[in-house]
């Protein structure tokens, strides 16, 4: 017998119980050749269409299981015939081609047949008489022969039963260790009369107090109000199609200072090729509250690391890298939306010289001034400073034109400079100043799709306006 065993939906292999026919069945069907030097039972088996014995032979020297007849060849064995579908008394040769009268019967529960023979000659070696009464002595005995193979089967059948009991029980009871230990709960969703069974772990997670079977109108008292509708859709989309769904809800709390809990489903039909009232919805249930915690805890401290990784550690500003990915974005969507895109370049003047004079350490102080003046005056949402590198900056400035980016650039320079941070180093104004440059377009669906021409326009007008004696704006216009 083959009994398969389970975790939840996954086999974990089979239960594979041997009966051993020697100790127990051949004895009974050596019973008959006492007192007889031709009676003989066998126990036969077909194999394609081979006949084979199961027992060993009284006048054959040969292995169980080896082949005894051919059903094309030998049609005419007491064998054969049997396995053509004769029941009872039997007259014709055996596997030696001695003629034997015979009594063939089936083995309940088995493929097998129960053939009791003896030779003629010996049968029919007394008077009629007691021909007839040891012939009715053979089928008595071929009766009680099967009818004691009946009754062993039904002893062993009630034995298997018992072990197969206790196994599962002890199978059960590791499952529901399992369960508890992984939180992890199973229930099933009868269409027919509405009813929700849940395992213990299941009612656990839940909060039945110990109520193992739901109505739909009861589980709905466990869901938040808003959730009850897009939980029924998936359910009836694994009823209707056979899918396999996950569904994730929060349990409602009786108390509001409650910890809200997140309840993972899986979900799936018990026979995908039944889709009528009788079909059944199967699936486990598992509190991922904690995962849920520590899902976005992480995420948090990802985008945490994200964050940095953007921001100028020294001036507090988003950094290169930030400005390569936001420059792709606005010139992507200025394509889309046809709306100008501005940058202003800039570059602190005398800066090296501030640093020759001052040193590295104040030098880093001007940078955070300026930074700080830079992003407290870029006031619109969607406008963006940047550090660029060393002591240049760049501002970037969506839906932004020409002149409006210009008028932005000119009073960031006056800004600054009024902000009377003494570089000695400078030799026109004795303070710390600014040189931008300033560039827009309009990006059309024909253009590059990375906005380099933009920022090459406003680095040459920041070229022009140091080269033309710093603290001023230029402008590079796209023709």
Same mark, same amino acid.
């Given at each position: 017998?083959?009994? %398969?065993? =389970?975790?939840?939906? *996954?086999? $974990?292999? &089979?239960?594979?119980? !041997?009966? @051993?026919?020697?100790?127990? #069945? ?66 014709? %040769?055996? =596997?030696?081609?001695? *003629?034997? $009268?015979? &009594?063939?019967?089936? !083995?309940? @529960?088995?493929?097998?047949? #129960? ?365």
């Amino acid at each position: 017998m083959l009994t %398969p065993l =389970y975790d939840g939906l *996954q086999p $974990l292999g &089979a239960l594979w119980m !041997v009966v @051993d026919l020697r100790a127990n #069945l051949f004895p009974l069907l050596n019973a008959i050749q006492q007192g007889s030097a031709t009676a003989e039972s066998m126990l036969l088996q077909r194999e394609g269409s081979d006949v084979v014995h199961i027992n060993p032979l009284r006048h054959r020297i040969s292995q169980p299981l080896e082949r005894l007849a051919s059903m094309e060849q030998d049609n005419d064995l007491v064998a054969v015939q049997a396995f053509a579908g004769i029941r009872g008394v039997l007259y014709g %040769p055996d =596997y030696r081609r001695h *003629q034997v $009268l015979a &009594a063939s019967g089936v !083995v309940p @529960d088995s493929p097998w047949l #129960l053939v009791s023979k003896i030779d003629v000659t010996e049968a029919f070696a007394h008077d009629q008489r007691k021909e007839g009464v040891f012939l009715g002595l053979l089928i008595g005995v071929s009766a009680f022969l099967m009818l004691s193979t009946v009754l062993y089967w039904i002893w062993l059948t009630g034995k298997r039963e018992h072990v197969l009991k206790l196994e599962l029980e002890n199978h059960m009871r590791w499952l529901e260790r399992a369960q508890k230990t992984a939180l992890l709960g199973f229930f099933s969703i009868d269409w027919s009369n509405q009813k929700i069974a849940l395992s213990p772990m299941a009612a656990e997670i839940l909060g039945t107090q110990g109520l193992q079977q739901l109505t739909f109108s009861d589980f709905a008292r466990y869901l938040p109000p808003e959730q009850i509708k897009p939980i029924l859709r998936k359910l009836l989309e694994v009823r209707r199609h056979g899918t396999v769904q996950k569904i994730e809800f929060d349990l409602r709390t009786q108390h509001q200072q409650a910890q809200i809990r997140t309840v993972e489903c899986w979900c799936e039909m018990e026979d995908v090729a039944v889709y009528d009232q009788t079909a059944k919805i199967i699936g486990t249930i598992q509190d991922i509250t904690q995962r849920k915690a520590t899902d976005q805890a992480l995420e948090q401290y990802r985008n945490l690391l994200e964050h940095q990784v953007r921001k100028d550690s020294l001036t507090g500003l988003s950094n290169r890298r930030a400005l390569d990915e936001e420059l792709d974005r606005a010139w992507r969507h200025a394509i889309r939306e046809n709306q100008p895109l501005a940058v202003l370049v800039i570059d602190i003047d005398h800066f090296k010289g501030y640093n020759d004079h001052y040193g590295h350490l104040q030098g880093d102080v001007c940078l955070q001034q300026v930074a700080q003046v830079l992003e407290q005056h870029v006031q619109r949402g969607h406008d963006h400073v940047f550090r660029f590198g060393g002591e240049e900056f760049v501002v970037l400035l969506p839906n932004t034109t020409l002149s409006q980016a210009q008028q932005m650039a000119a009073h960031l320079c006056q800004t600054v400079q009024m902000q009377s941070i003494e570089n000695e180093a400078a030799p026109e104004s004795q303070v710390v100043t600014i040189s931008v440059g300033v560039a827009s377009m309009t990006p059309t669906k024909s253009d590059s799709l990375r906005a380099c021409p933009l920022m090459e326009m406003a680095d040459t007008a920041l070229y022009q306006a140091k080269s033309a004696g710093r603290n001023q704006v230029c402008v590079q216009r796209p023709d």
